[in-house]
């Protein structure tokens, strides 16, 4: 059975930081590309960050800069480490694993920032 299990979420401050973390069973974790979503109340789930399975990051335009995807493939772990967090930020944030025609997702953890 195939589980995404994200942690690191909470409520911080306009201009802090949380690192997200998002650990994985039931899959090869070093072959699928991962990636992080939020959805904000109200709005469709968008692209945040995506790492290749060959460690090739790319980021959506509104956190390029202030957040950084990384993997530890010997973890099965991926993580998002968000720095500059501002009001727009807060949403619910998802992990994804993608490989071949297989796609998972998490439940989703709570990020809230505060002005």
């Known amino acids: 059975q195939v589980q995404l299990v994200e942690s690191g979420g909470g409520l911080v401050q306009a201009g802090g930081s949380l690192m997200l973390s998002c650990a994985a069973s039931g899959i090869i974790f070093s072959r699928n590309n991962m990636g992080w979503y939020r959805q904000a109340p109200g709005k469709q789930r968008e692209l945040v960050a995506h790492i290749t399975s060959g460690g090739t990051a790319q980021y959506g335009d509104s956190v390029k800069g202030r957040f950084t995807i990384s993997r530890d493939n010997a973890k ?3 993580y998002l480490q ?3 967090l501002k009001p727009e930020d807060t949403a619910v944030y998802y992990c994804r ?4 025609a297989y ?3 998490g439940q ?3 990020v809230t920032v505060s002005s």
């Open 76 to 78: 099965n772990t991926v």
């Open 82 to 84: 968000m720095t500059s």
């Open 97 to 100: 694993a993608a490989w071949a």
């Open 103 to 105: 796609v998972y997702w």
């Open 108 to 110: 989703g953890t709570q």
